[in-house]
């Protein structure tokens, strides 16, 4: 399985950034996927994940910020992030959840204050 995730940026404090998730098989369609993130030098953090239906959690540090949503035609998630703050920044990665051995390269999300 390949993990595509896309759309990260720089952007200032408050900015939005949707970040986007392919993967090659039809690993989120039957799956819990997630969104992970790692801020430079901090260990890698469970962002939310969203079941099948469409049900999503967020952590409590993104809630009222972040929407995850998935379109099971195209085994694809996504990640609306608004109102962006500096600590926010970091490397983010899509799995399932559990996840998977392979994480992808990951798409870097800057947040300048």
């Known amino acids: 399985v390949q993990l595509q995730a896309s759309g990260g940026g720089f952007v200032q404090a408050g900015g939005t950034l949707t970040l986007s998730c392919t993967a090659s098989?039809?690993?989120?369609?039957?799956?819990?996927a997630a969104w992970y993130r790692q801020a430079p030098g901090k260990a890698r953090e469970r962002v939310g994940t969203?079941?099948?239906?469409?049900?999503?959690t967020v952590i409590d540090s993104v809630k009222s910020r972040f929407t995850i949503s998935r379109d099971n035609a195209k085994n694809s998630v996504y990640l609306l992030m608004v109102n962006l703050k500096p600590e926010d920044t970091g490397l983010y990665y899509c799995?399932?959840?559990?996840?998977?051995?392979?994480w992808g390269q990951g798409t870097l999300v800057t947040v300048s204050s």
């Open positions: 799995n399932t959840f559990p996840p998977l051995d392979d």
């Open positions: 098989g039809r690993v989120f369609v039957y799956n819990v």
């Open positions: 969203i079941t099948a239906d469409g049900t999503y």
